[in-house]
Protein backbone atom coordinates (compact mmCIF):
# COMPACT_ATOMS: atom_id res chain seq x y z
CA UNK A 1 0.00 0.00 0.00
CA UNK A 2 1.54 3.58 -0.65
CA UNK A 3 2.30 5.72 2.38
CA UNK A 4 1.09 9.01 0.69
CA UNK A 5 -2.46 9.74 1.63
CA UNK A 6 -3.88 10.21 4.76
CA UNK A 7 -5.79 6.61 5.41
CA UNK A 8 -2.85 5.05 4.42
CA UNK A 9 -0.38 7.02 6.55
CA UNK A 10 -3.24 6.38 9.43
CA UNK A 11 -3.28 2.76 9.14
CA UNK A 12 0.40 2.59 9.47
CA UNK A 13 -0.20 4.23 12.73
CA UNK A 14 0.91 7.66 11.78
CA UNK A 15 -0.82 10.90 13.07
CA UNK A 16 -0.02 12.62 10.16
CA UNK A 17 0.47 16.58 10.89
CA UNK A 18 -3.39 17.16 8.63
CA UNK A 19 -4.85 14.37 11.37
CA UNK A 20 -3.23 16.47 14.24
CA UNK A 21 -4.53 19.72 13.24
CA UNK A 22 -8.02 18.54 12.57
CA UNK A 23 -7.80 16.81 16.25
CA UNK A 24 -6.69 20.66 17.41
CA UNK A 25 -9.51 22.38 15.35
CA UNK A 26 -12.32 20.15 16.66
CA UNK A 27 -11.25 19.22 19.58
CA UNK A 28 -11.21 15.66 19.70
CA UNK A 29 -8.50 12.96 20.56
CA UNK A 30 -5.70 12.62 17.97
CA UNK A 31 -5.68 8.89 18.37
CA UNK A 32 -9.33 8.72 17.93
CA UNK A 33 -9.26 10.87 14.74
CA UNK A 34 -6.27 8.64 13.29
CA UNK A 35 -8.10 5.84 13.74
CA UNK A 36 -11.43 7.06 12.17
CA UNK A 37 -9.47 7.98 8.75
CA UNK A 38 -7.48 4.52 8.71
CA UNK A 39 -11.18 2.83 8.66
CA UNK A 40 -12.50 5.36 6.09
CA UNK A 41 -15.49 6.93 8.50
CA UNK A 42 -13.64 10.42 8.53
CA UNK A 43 -11.96 11.68 5.17
CA UNK A 44 -9.30 14.88 4.98
CA UNK A 45 -9.10 16.16 1.60
CA UNK A 46 -5.29 17.08 1.34
CA UNK A 47 -4.11 16.82 -2.01
CA UNK A 48 -0.32 16.67 -1.60
CA UNK A 49 -0.11 18.98 -4.13
CA UNK A 50 -2.07 21.76 -3.12
CA UNK A 51 0.55 24.00 -0.94
CA UNK A 52 -1.83 26.61 0.67
CA UNK A 53 -4.48 24.01 2.38
CA UNK A 54 -5.84 24.29 5.59
CA UNK A 55 -7.27 20.73 6.34
CA UNK A 56 -10.27 20.41 7.76
CA UNK A 57 -11.98 16.77 8.27
CA UNK A 58 -15.23 15.40 7.33
CA UNK A 59 -17.03 12.65 9.37
CA UNK A 60 -19.90 11.96 11.36
CA UNK A 61 -17.78 12.19 14.66
CA UNK A 62 -16.67 15.85 13.72
CA UNK A 63 -18.37 19.43 13.39
CA UNK A 64 -20.70 19.44 10.38
CA UNK A 65 -19.22 20.96 7.40
CA UNK A 66 -20.86 22.55 4.06
CA UNK A 67 -19.25 22.92 0.62
CA UNK A 68 -20.01 25.90 -1.70
CA UNK A 69 -20.53 25.24 -5.52
CA UNK A 70 -19.15 27.94 -7.61
CA UNK A 71 -17.80 28.01 -11.29
CA UNK A 72 -18.52 29.28 -14.80
CA UNK A 73 -20.70 28.20 -17.70
CA UNK A 74 -20.63 28.73 -21.71
CA UNK A 75 -23.31 31.25 -20.87
CA UNK A 76 -22.03 34.21 -18.00
CA UNK A 77 -19.00 34.32 -15.57
CA UNK A 78 -15.10 34.48 -15.92
CA UNK A 79 -12.02 34.13 -13.63
CA UNK A 80 -12.63 37.47 -11.94
CA UNK A 81 -15.99 36.64 -10.80
CA UNK A 82 -15.43 33.39 -9.68
CA UNK A 83 -12.20 34.14 -7.60
CA UNK A 84 -14.87 36.85 -6.16
CA UNK A 85 -17.48 33.81 -5.51
CA UNK A 86 -14.76 31.93 -3.79
CA UNK A 87 -13.50 34.64 -1.58
CA UNK A 88 -17.23 35.40 -0.64
CA UNK A 89 -17.74 31.51 0.57
CA UNK A 90 -14.67 31.69 2.53
CA UNK A 91 -15.82 34.61 3.94
CA UNK A 92 -18.82 33.77 5.11
CA UNK A 93 -17.51 30.14 6.40
CA UNK A 94 -17.43 27.30 3.80
CA UNK A 95 -15.47 24.57 4.78
CA UNK A 96 -14.91 23.13 0.75
CA UNK A 97 -15.69 24.80 -2.55
CA UNK A 98 -16.20 23.12 -5.40
CA UNK A 99 -15.45 24.31 -9.15
CA UNK A 100 -18.11 23.55 -11.30
CA UNK A 101 -17.15 25.39 -14.64
CA UNK A 102 -18.33 24.08 -17.68
CA UNK A 103 -17.64 27.55 -20.42
CA UNK A 104 -14.31 28.36 -21.30
CA UNK A 105 -11.08 28.91 -19.48
CA UNK A 106 -11.72 26.03 -16.91
CA UNK A 107 -8.13 25.21 -15.98
CA UNK A 108 -7.34 28.86 -15.66
CA UNK A 109 -10.30 29.34 -13.29
CA UNK A 110 -9.34 25.95 -11.50
CA UNK A 111 -5.69 26.94 -11.12
CA UNK A 112 -6.53 30.05 -9.51
CA UNK A 113 -9.02 28.99 -7.36
CA UNK A 114 -6.68 26.56 -5.76
CA UNK A 115 -4.16 28.92 -5.68
CA UNK A 116 -6.52 31.49 -3.81
CA UNK A 117 -8.05 28.74 -1.43
CA UNK A 118 -7.11 27.25 1.64
CA UNK A 119 -10.13 25.31 1.93
CA UNK A 120 -10.07 21.88 -0.03
CA UNK A 121 -11.04 22.16 -3.35
CA UNK A 122 -13.12 19.43 -5.56
CA UNK A 123 -13.88 19.39 -8.83
CA UNK A 124 -16.33 17.08 -11.13
CA UNK A 125 -13.73 16.37 -13.84
CA UNK A 126 -16.11 15.49 -16.37
CA UNK A 127 -17.34 18.62 -16.98
CA UNK A 128 -13.44 20.17 -17.92
CA UNK A 129 -13.74 16.57 -20.30
CA UNK A 130 -16.82 17.54 -22.05
CA UNK A 131 -15.11 20.85 -22.95
CA UNK A 132 -12.47 19.12 -24.67
CA UNK A 133 -14.41 17.06 -26.96
CA UNK A 134 -17.49 18.02 -29.49
CA UNK A 135 -20.17 15.61 -28.14
CA UNK A 136 -20.46 13.62 -24.90
CA UNK A 137 -20.73 10.74 -26.92
CA UNK A 138 -16.99 11.47 -27.95
CA UNK A 139 -16.01 10.75 -24.45
CA UNK A 140 -13.32 8.01 -23.77
CA UNK A 141 -11.63 6.16 -21.10
CA UNK A 142 -7.97 7.99 -21.98
CA UNK A 143 -9.81 11.56 -21.88
CA UNK A 144 -11.11 10.88 -18.84
CA UNK A 145 -7.76 9.69 -17.08
CA UNK A 146 -5.87 12.50 -18.60
CA UNK A 147 -8.11 14.85 -17.05
CA UNK A 148 -8.16 13.36 -13.62
CA UNK A 149 -4.20 13.08 -13.24
CA UNK A 150 -3.71 16.69 -15.00
CA UNK A 151 -6.00 18.10 -12.18
CA UNK A 152 -4.26 15.76 -9.62
CA UNK A 153 -1.37 17.28 -10.51
CA UNK A 154 -2.54 20.86 -9.70
CA UNK A 155 -3.88 20.01 -6.58
CA UNK A 156 -7.41 19.26 -6.46
CA UNK A 157 -7.72 17.71 -3.12
CA UNK A 158 -11.52 16.07 -4.02
CA UNK A 159 -13.12 14.66 -6.81
CA UNK A 160 -16.85 13.60 -7.80
CA UNK A 161 -17.12 10.57 -9.95
CA UNK A 162 -20.25 9.12 -10.99
CA UNK A 163 -19.05 5.71 -11.19
CA UNK A 164 -21.57 3.96 -9.45
CA UNK A 165 -24.88 4.62 -12.22
CA UNK A 166 -24.85 1.24 -14.32
CA UNK A 167 -26.04 0.73 -17.46
CA UNK A 168 -28.97 -1.33 -15.61
CA UNK A 169 -29.86 1.42 -13.79
CA UNK A 170 -30.89 3.28 -16.97
CA UNK A 171 -34.54 1.92 -17.63
CA UNK A 172 -35.24 2.56 -13.83
CA UNK A 173 -34.67 5.99 -14.70
CA UNK A 174 -37.14 6.07 -17.30
CA UNK A 175 -39.92 5.44 -15.15
CA UNK A 176 -39.35 8.67 -12.86
CA UNK A 177 -40.85 11.95 -13.43
CA UNK A 178 -37.70 13.99 -13.92
CA UNK A 179 -35.85 11.20 -14.82
CA UNK A 180 -32.03 11.96 -14.44
CA UNK A 181 -31.35 15.72 -13.24
CA UNK A 182 -27.67 15.00 -12.25
CA UNK A 183 -25.57 16.65 -14.95
CA UNK A 184 -22.99 14.12 -14.72
CA UNK A 185 -25.21 11.60 -14.24
CA UNK A 186 -27.02 12.07 -17.51
CA UNK A 187 -24.03 12.60 -19.43
CA UNK A 188 -22.91 9.42 -18.28
CA UNK A 189 -26.33 7.70 -18.70
CA UNK A 190 -26.55 8.59 -22.13
CA UNK A 191 -23.05 7.24 -22.82
CA UNK A 192 -23.64 4.24 -21.88
CA UNK A 193 -26.82 3.49 -23.96
CA UNK A 194 -25.18 5.35 -26.97
CA UNK A 195 -21.83 3.07 -26.88
CA UNK A 196 -24.02 0.38 -25.60
CA UNK A 197 -20.85 -0.36 -23.07
CA UNK A 198 -20.48 0.00 -18.98
CA UNK A 199 -19.87 3.28 -17.42
CA UNK A 200 -16.43 4.07 -18.16
CA UNK A 201 -15.78 6.01 -14.80
CA UNK A 202 -17.12 2.01 -13.08
CA UNK A 203 -15.15 -0.24 -15.52
CA UNK A 204 -11.39 2.16 -14.94
CA UNK A 205 -12.10 2.70 -11.19
CA UNK A 206 -9.16 0.96 -11.04
CA UNK A 207 -7.09 2.91 -12.80
CA UNK A 208 -8.55 6.38 -10.94
CA UNK A 209 -7.86 4.76 -7.73
CA UNK A 210 -4.07 4.60 -8.52
CA UNK A 211 -3.67 8.35 -9.81
CA UNK A 212 -5.92 9.53 -6.47
CA UNK A 213 -3.29 7.01 -4.56
CA UNK A 214 -0.38 9.02 -6.02
CA UNK A 215 -1.69 12.36 -5.05
CA UNK A 216 -4.25 12.02 -2.15
CA UNK A 217 -7.17 12.68 -3.97
CA UNK A 218 -10.54 11.47 -1.92
CA UNK A 219 -13.03 10.44 -4.12
CA UNK A 220 -16.58 11.84 -3.75
CA UNK A 221 -18.77 9.08 -4.72
CA UNK A 222 -21.40 10.93 -7.05
CA UNK A 223 -25.10 10.14 -6.83
CA UNK A 224 -26.12 10.67 -10.71
CA UNK A 225 -29.59 8.72 -10.11
CA UNK A 226 -30.25 11.24 -7.22
CA UNK A 227 -33.76 12.24 -7.04
CA UNK A 228 -34.52 15.97 -8.41
CA UNK A 229 -38.57 16.37 -6.88
CA UNK A 230 -40.27 14.70 -4.24
CA UNK A 231 -42.16 12.18 -6.95
CA UNK A 232 -38.66 10.59 -7.55
CA UNK A 233 -37.78 9.80 -3.90
CA UNK A 234 -36.51 6.95 -2.25
CA UNK A 235 -37.03 5.15 -5.56
CA UNK A 236 -35.14 2.11 -6.96
CA UNK A 237 -32.60 3.83 -9.31
CA UNK A 238 -31.78 6.02 -6.45
CA UNK A 239 -30.81 2.85 -3.94
CA UNK A 240 -29.48 0.43 -6.57
CA UNK A 241 -26.84 3.14 -7.34
CA UNK A 242 -26.42 3.48 -3.71
CA UNK A 243 -25.64 0.26 -3.01
CA UNK A 244 -22.49 0.23 -5.94
CA UNK A 245 -21.36 3.29 -4.37
CA UNK A 246 -21.09 0.90 -1.00
CA UNK A 247 -19.03 -1.58 -3.31
CA UNK A 248 -16.88 0.84 -4.73
CA UNK A 249 -16.15 2.77 -0.93
CA UNK A 250 -14.87 -0.66 -0.03
CA UNK A 251 -12.23 -0.74 -3.07
CA UNK A 252 -11.48 2.63 -2.24
CA UNK A 253 -10.57 2.17 1.23
CA UNK A 254 -8.43 -1.04 -0.04
CA UNK A 255 -6.74 0.89 -2.30
CA UNK A 256 -5.85 3.17 0.01
CA UNK A 257 -7.64 5.94 -1.00
CA UNK A 258 -10.21 8.04 0.89
CA UNK A 259 -13.72 7.96 -0.07
CA UNK A 260 -16.87 9.83 0.57
CA UNK A 261 -20.69 9.59 -0.34
CA UNK A 262 -22.91 12.27 -1.95
CA UNK A 263 -26.63 11.85 -1.22
CA UNK A 264 -29.81 12.66 -2.45
CA UNK A 265 -31.30 15.05 -3.75
CA UNK A 266 -34.62 15.68 -3.20
CA UNK A 267 -36.16 14.03 -0.25
CA UNK A 268 -39.50 14.62 1.90
CA UNK A 269 -38.96 15.59 5.50
CA UNK A 270 -40.08 12.16 6.81
CA UNK A 271 -38.00 10.20 4.33
CA UNK A 272 -34.18 12.10 5.01
CA UNK A 273 -33.74 9.85 8.66
CA UNK A 274 -34.02 6.79 6.84
CA UNK A 275 -31.79 7.94 3.82
CA UNK A 276 -29.10 8.61 6.05
CA UNK A 277 -29.13 5.00 7.95
CA UNK A 278 -29.35 3.43 4.98
CA UNK A 279 -26.50 5.31 3.52
CA UNK A 280 -24.56 4.48 7.08
CA UNK A 281 -25.88 0.40 6.41
CA UNK A 282 -24.44 0.29 2.52
CA UNK A 283 -21.68 2.06 2.66
CA UNK A 284 -19.78 1.27 6.05
CA UNK A 285 -20.12 4.81 7.35
CA UNK A 286 -18.36 6.35 4.96
CA UNK A 287 -18.78 10.26 5.28
CA UNK A 288 -22.35 11.18 3.32
CA UNK A 289 -21.82 14.00 1.31
CA UNK A 290 -25.76 15.40 1.19
CA UNK A 291 -27.28 18.06 -1.39
CA UNK A 292 -29.78 19.60 0.98
CA UNK A 293 -32.07 17.66 0.36
CA UNK A 294 -34.48 20.41 -0.83
CA UNK A 295 -37.99 19.48 1.10
CA UNK A 296 -40.32 21.15 -1.13
CA UNK A 297 -40.86 21.19 -5.13
CA UNK A 298 -42.52 24.79 -5.49
CA UNK A 299 -40.15 27.51 -3.79
CA UNK A 300 -38.38 28.45 -6.63
CA UNK A 301 -36.24 31.62 -5.80
CA UNK A 302 -36.52 30.46 -2.01
CA UNK A 303 -34.44 26.70 -2.00
CA UNK A 304 -31.72 28.04 -0.06
CA UNK A 305 -34.52 27.85 2.52
CA UNK A 306 -36.29 24.75 1.39
CA UNK A 307 -33.03 23.20 1.11
CA UNK A 308 -31.28 24.04 4.46
CA UNK A 309 -34.70 22.37 6.43
CA UNK A 310 -33.65 19.38 4.97
CA UNK A 311 -30.02 19.56 5.25
CA UNK A 312 -30.39 20.47 8.98
CA UNK A 313 -32.79 17.65 9.91
CA UNK A 314 -30.09 15.05 7.47
CA UNK A 315 -26.66 16.36 9.34
CA UNK A 316 -28.82 15.81 12.34
CA UNK A 317 -29.56 11.99 11.15
CA UNK A 318 -25.74 11.71 9.93
CA UNK A 319 -24.84 13.56 7.48
CA UNK A 320 -21.38 14.54 8.01
CA UNK A 321 -21.23 17.60 4.50
CA UNK A 322 -23.90 19.57 3.33
CA UNK A 323 -23.63 21.37 -0.20
CA UNK A 324 -24.97 24.11 -0.13
CA UNK A 325 -27.97 25.30 -1.85
CA UNK A 326 -28.58 29.29 -3.09
CA UNK A 327 -31.79 31.50 -4.29
CA UNK A 328 -30.79 30.61 -7.89
CA UNK A 329 -31.16 27.02 -7.47
CA UNK A 330 -33.52 25.77 -10.53
CA UNK A 331 -33.38 29.21 -12.11
CA UNK A 332 -29.19 30.16 -13.36
CA UNK A 333 -25.96 29.99 -12.68
CA UNK A 334 -25.51 31.79 -8.77
CA UNK A 335 -23.58 35.43 -8.31
CA UNK A 336 -21.49 36.61 -5.38
CA UNK A 337 -24.62 37.74 -3.14
CA UNK A 338 -26.46 34.16 -3.91
CA UNK A 339 -23.28 32.58 -2.72
CA UNK A 340 -23.36 34.27 0.24
CA UNK A 341 -26.80 33.95 1.34
CA UNK A 342 -26.72 29.67 0.09
CA UNK A 343 -23.50 29.60 2.69
CA UNK A 344 -25.29 31.60 5.49
CA UNK A 345 -28.23 29.62 4.90
CA UNK A 346 -26.30 26.37 5.48
CA UNK A 347 -24.13 27.75 7.80
CA UNK A 348 -27.13 27.76 9.91
CA UNK A 349 -28.31 24.27 8.70
CA UNK A 350 -25.12 22.89 10.36
CA UNK A 351 -24.67 24.62 13.32
CA UNK A 352 -28.41 23.61 14.16
CA UNK A 353 -27.63 20.25 13.65
CA UNK A 354 -24.12 20.20 15.57
CA UNK A 355 -25.92 22.02 18.63
CA UNK A 356 -28.72 19.54 18.21
CA UNK A 357 -26.17 17.05 18.72
CA UNK A 358 -23.90 18.63 21.36
CA UNK A 359 -21.07 18.89 19.95
CA UNK A 360 -17.90 20.47 22.02
CA UNK A 361 -18.75 23.89 22.75
CA UNK A 362 -21.44 24.08 19.99
CA UNK A 363 -23.37 26.10 21.73
CA UNK A 364 -21.02 28.45 22.64
CA UNK A 365 -21.44 31.08 20.27
CA UNK A 366 -25.15 31.09 21.04
CA UNK A 367 -25.11 31.86 24.54
CA UNK A 368 -22.05 34.84 24.50
CA UNK A 369 -24.94 36.21 21.97
CA UNK A 370 -27.85 35.93 24.15
CA UNK A 371 -25.32 37.33 27.01
CA UNK A 372 -24.62 40.44 24.45
CA UNK A 373 -28.37 40.66 24.03
CA UNK A 374 -28.86 40.77 27.64
CA UNK A 375 -26.25 43.64 27.93
CA UNK A 376 -27.37 45.63 24.45
CA UNK A 377 -24.11 45.24 23.30
CA UNK A 378 -24.90 45.38 19.93
CA UNK A 379 -21.09 45.50 18.96
CA UNK A 380 -20.64 42.50 20.57
CA UNK A 381 -24.06 40.93 19.02
CA UNK A 382 -22.65 41.70 15.41
CA UNK A 383 -18.99 39.98 15.86
CA UNK A 384 -20.78 36.61 16.83
CA UNK A 385 -23.30 36.95 14.31
CA UNK A 386 -22.91 34.46 11.13
CA UNK A 387 -23.23 37.34 8.49
CA UNK A 388 -22.23 40.64 10.74
CA UNK A 389 -22.70 42.60 8.08
CA UNK A 390 -25.69 42.08 7.50
CA UNK A 391 -26.66 42.20 11.34
CA UNK A 392 -25.41 45.37 11.17
CA UNK A 393 -26.85 46.31 7.60
CA UNK A 394 -30.27 45.40 9.46
CA UNK A 395 -29.73 47.03 12.54
CA UNK A 396 -28.65 50.85 10.92
CA UNK A 397 -31.62 50.82 8.87
CA UNK A 398 -33.97 50.57 11.75
CA UNK A 399 -32.38 53.09 13.81
CA UNK A 400 -32.25 55.68 9.94
CA UNK A 401 -36.02 54.50 9.59
CA UNK A 402 -36.78 55.86 12.91
CA UNK A 403 -35.11 58.79 12.71
CA UNK A 404 -37.10 59.38 10.03
CA UNK A 405 -40.15 59.16 11.59
CA UNK A 406 -39.09 61.22 14.61
CA UNK A 407 -36.12 62.98 14.29
CA UNK A 408 -36.35 64.68 17.13
CA UNK A 409 -36.88 61.61 19.72
CA UNK A 410 -34.71 61.36 22.77
CA UNK A 411 -35.06 58.20 25.02
CA UNK A 412 -35.82 58.17 28.76
CA UNK A 413 -33.71 60.19 30.96
CA UNK A 414 -30.54 58.02 31.75
CA UNK A 415 -31.27 55.30 29.14
CA UNK A 416 -29.20 55.26 25.55
CA UNK A 417 -30.86 54.48 22.18
CA UNK A 418 -29.01 51.64 22.42
CA UNK A 419 -30.93 49.80 24.90
CA UNK A 420 -33.87 48.43 23.20
CA UNK A 421 -34.54 47.77 19.83
CA UNK A 422 -37.25 49.26 16.80
CA UNK A 423 -39.65 46.70 17.05
CA UNK A 424 -40.62 47.21 20.76
CA UNK A 425 -39.12 50.24 21.82
CA UNK A 426 -38.58 51.58 25.14
CA UNK A 427 -41.16 51.33 26.57
CA UNK A 428 -42.42 47.42 25.50
CA UNK A 429 -38.87 46.06 25.42
CA UNK A 430 -39.00 42.66 27.43
CA UNK A 431 -35.33 42.69 28.36
CA UNK A 432 -35.11 46.39 29.81
CA UNK A 433 -38.52 45.57 31.71
CA UNK A 434 -37.33 42.33 32.83
CA UNK A 435 -34.06 43.84 34.46
CA UNK A 436 -36.15 45.65 36.69
CA UNK A 437 -37.73 42.62 38.63
Not at 42 to 62: F, Q, S, T, Y
Not at 131 to 147: C, G, H, K, Y
Not at 234 to 251: I, T
Not at 337 to 362: L, S, T
Request: aromatic share 4%.
Amino acid sequence: MNKVTQIARARNGEITPQIAAVAKKEMVDPEKLRIAVAEGRVVIPANVNHEALDPIGIGRMLKTKINANIGNSSLSSCPQQELDKLKTALRYGADTVMDLSTGANITNIRQTIIGNSPAPIGTVPVYECLARVDSANDLTPELILQVIREQAEEGVDYITIHSGLLREHVPMAKKRKLRIVSRGGSIIAKWTQVHQKENPFFSHFDQILEICAEHDVTLSLGDGMRPGCLADASDEAQFAELKVLGDLVRRARAAGVQAMVEGPGHIPLHEIEMNMKREQELCDDAPFYILGPVVIDCAPGYDHITSAIGAALGAYHGAAMLCYVTPKEHLGLPNAEDVRNGVIAYKIAAHAADVGMQRPEARKRDDLISEARADFDWEKQFELALDPDRARQLRQEAIDEKNMDDPGWEPPEGEGKDHYCTMCGPDFCSMRISKEL
